[in-house]
């Protein structure tokens, strides 16, 4: 992070406004990763111009600040292993934040790969329903199983860890 990199300032931007972006930019990534969309986005509602927000992303890039890689795979991490996120639910949040669809879907075909999805559901079942022998009825199972589709889980993942605790 200790990278200086020397910028040439086009000449329609003022540097007193970059600077005031670029340090309002640096606060909101001290507190987490985010992708150039949410930067944008919240540079835009300060009311910098566009020509500032993009010197600001490119800056950012430049010193490995504004990593979106690192935010797809920190995000996912954290949605699974925190909140047993499935891939589909996963794939919608990452979309919402600006990133391109071909390099989420490579990602989540990559998470799949390191985490079996129906074990990832069934750690959200089991952390939800602490006793599963509560889900014997039809409608008790049924909530179980719209809880998991929520959480982005696939019908196949979602019954591979029915079937595993014994639930229809």
């Known amino acids: 992070m200790g990278k200086t990199v ?3 300032l086009k000449s329609t931007v003022s ?3 970059f600077q005031k972006a670029k340090q309002q930019a640096i606060k909101l990534l001290s507190r987490r990763d985010r992708t150039a ?6 540079l ?10 993009a ?3 490119t800056y950012l890039k430049e010193i490995d600040l504004l990593n979106e890689s ?5 995000w996912s991490r954290f949605r699974v292993e925190q909140h047993h996120f499935g891939p589909i639910r996963l794939r919608k949040e990452l979309l919402s934040k600006g990133l391109p669809p071909e390099e989420v879907d490579r990602f989540i075909d990559v998470l799949s790969e390191e985490w079996d999805p129906a074990r990832v ?3 959200a079942l089991l952390r939800r329903y602490k006793d599963l022998s509560r889900l014997q009825t039809p409608i008790d199972q049924r909530k179980a199983f719209d809880f998991l589709q929520r959480k982005g889980h696939s019908t196949d993942a979602i019954l591979k860890a029915f079937r595993k605790n014994g639930l229809r």
């Open 6 to 8: 020397k910028r040439p």
């Open 15 to 17: 540097e007193s406004a």
């Open 37 to 42: 969309f949410e930067i944008a986005q919240k």
């Open 44 to 53: 835009k509602e300060k009311e910098f111009p566009e020509a500032i927000v």
């Open 55 to 57: 010197e600001v992303l």
């Open 70 to 74: 690192r935010f797809i795979r920190n």
């Open 121 to 123: 559901a069934e750690l």
